[in-house]
């Protein structure tokens, strides 16, 4: 796969379902869904949302992108703890990307 120019370089080694998604709640845009000083909805719990962008516990709404939350696990031994966790660098990625392409419509 070519790539044209450096801002899909940039994000290239990211995993396609995650470099192709958008939000698609009604009403919900790329702003919006990365604007940190808002939560529109049940934000990270968007329809279609890739399992490697999940970086909330469905148990206990701990978001480990934020480290907002009550814990109700020991996140060193928990498998749902350690997988969320693991997404963090991936999500926080995906936003820069998002934030980056709405820069460059603007």
């Known amino acids: 796969m070519a790539y044209s120019d450096p801002f899909q370089l940039k994000y290239a080694d990211l995993p396609e379902v995650v470099r192709d998604f958008r939000p ?7 702003e919006v869904a ?3 000083s808002g939560r529109p909805c ?7 949302l890739p399992a490697e962008l999940r ?4 148990t ?3 978001d480990f992108a934020a480290g907002d939350g009550q ?7 928990c498998e749902t703890a350690l997988r969320l966790s693991a997404n963090v660098e991936t999500y926080r990625r995906w936003v820069e990307m ?8 603007a």
Do not use: I, N, Q, W
């Not at 814990?71 to 031994?77: E, F, K, N, Q």
């Not at 998002?98 to 419509?105: G, K």
């Open 60 to 62: 206990c709404m701990y």
């Open 98 to 105: 998002l934030r980056e392409e709405s820069a460059a419509r």
């Open 42 to 48: 049940s934000f990270y719990d968007c329809p279609g």
């Open 24 to 30: 698609k709640c009604p009403g919900c845009t790329p």
């Open 34 to 36: 990365t604007d940190e």
């Open 71 to 77: 814990v109700s696990c020991d996140h060193r031994t």
């Open 55 to 58: 970086v909330t516990c469905d």
